[in-house]
């Protein structure tokens, strides 16, 4: 019986190291931007859509080789497909774009919904003529959706159930799912659950640690879903959601004892999994119940986005660039040919640490949104510095109010991700 289970624990390990990912061709690469998300039409056409660089590319081939299919002028979030003509991409800049010849050509039709909104974070379609949207990560909440191909939309206010929202997934044209920050901050991040079309929402998940989001969502089958959950660094741990019965019921579930941003989720199967963000990535192997980081085999990776199960073997990772991951296959040396480094999206430098005052700059790498807080080490918000759009430049901010003794961190959220900084207060 031992010699049984020392082979068997070998061939799962001789499998899991033959396993594979690569970095997919076509692409541009480098800098702060990356890919916010990715979506296949067919097992052949994809789609992706890279943020800040406002550009939108194609592959026909299954996800291996891609060319570029648009370039537009605001940081695109989301894309999503209702058939291989007709298709949406969403921005973080008001702009949703629509496309009704395959990609060949994109029009801003923002402007076609009222209120126009601020920005489409997520989109999802249950079949071949709605399309839902949900928005924005920096809040107000709300969704929007056309049951007639795009032609015309309603938009949902949110207000009463979220403060922000991220990502959506409808399973059919009644029932679905938005993620994001419930309206009652001490909540946290929510799950919102509704079965009419968005006319009623029920808060079915709610995180119950200030500044939390649930961020991206995913449905592996008709029993297992999952929810990354993105903190501020004021946390000491790092978790994630999952539903065993089909998203009435959620677990929020340890990944790790230390604060890391994840945005990024995804199972390939019951029990192979990852999510990550940043700097890093972890995997799990027992269905959630433990997780192992394993940034170091993936060279370069950063800002892990979205994911997508192609099939039962094959799975695909947006962030930096466009990955590949192949089950049990011969490995090579794309990733190590990938030389790009991880680079924060901007810089926070503090002034004087510890202070009794907070004064700091913010260099920005480029036109972006966002805010800033103060946050606590209870995860409460002692001040907003600024929330809305900032200029690319150095730019100098301080307290106004009077903070006394504490641990603050300076917490920053954009377009680009999350960053932190932690400042020691003292009178």
Known sequence: MRNY?????????????????????????????????????????????????????????????????HTGNHYKRSIEFIDEATGFCGSLDSALYMTTDSGNSWVDISTNISPRPSGICGLSSPNDSTIYGCGIYSSP????????????????????????????????????????????????????????????WQKVFTTNTRGDYVWKLQILDARNYYGSISSTSNVSSTYFCKSSDGGLNWTKKLVANKFFDIQMIGFIDSLQGWTGGGQHIYETLDGGNTW?????????????????????TVAFFSGNSIYKYTKNSVPTDLIEAHSESKTEAHLIKVLQNPA???????????????????????????????NGYFNQGIHHYSSSKDLGSQILFISMRTNEGYQSQKVVVTN
């Open 292 to 312: 192992t980081d394993i940034s170091f085999n993936i060279p370069q990776a950063s800002n892990f986005n979205r994911f997508y199960k192609y099939n039962d």
């Open 5 to 69: 289970i020392l082979f068997a624990f070998f061939l799962l390990t001789t499998l899991h190291s033959h396993s594979q990912w690569a970095i997919m061709n076509g692409l541009m690469q480098g800098g702060i931007s990356r890919f916010d998300d990715i979506t296949f039409v067919n097992d052949s056409i994809a789609y992706a859509a890279q943020g800040i660089s406002s550009l939108t590319y194609r592959s026909t081939d299954g996800g291996n080789n891609w060319s570029l299919s």
């Open 356 to 386: 009794n005052r907070i004064s700091f700059s913010v260099e920005f790498s480029n036109h972006t949104r966002g805010f800033i807080q103060l946050i606590g080490i209870d995860g409460k918000v002692v001040e907003t510095i600024r």
């Open 141 to 200: 909440a709300f969704v929007v959706k056309s049951t007639t191909k795009g032609q015309n939309w309603q938009l949902i206010n949110m207000s009463a159930y979220a403060s922000a929202l991220v990502d959506i997934v409808f399973l059919s044209l009644d029932t679905g799912f938005a993620a994001g920050i419930s309206n009652n901050l001490n909540e946290g991040g929510v799950i919102l659950y509704t079965t009419d079309a968005g006319a009623t």
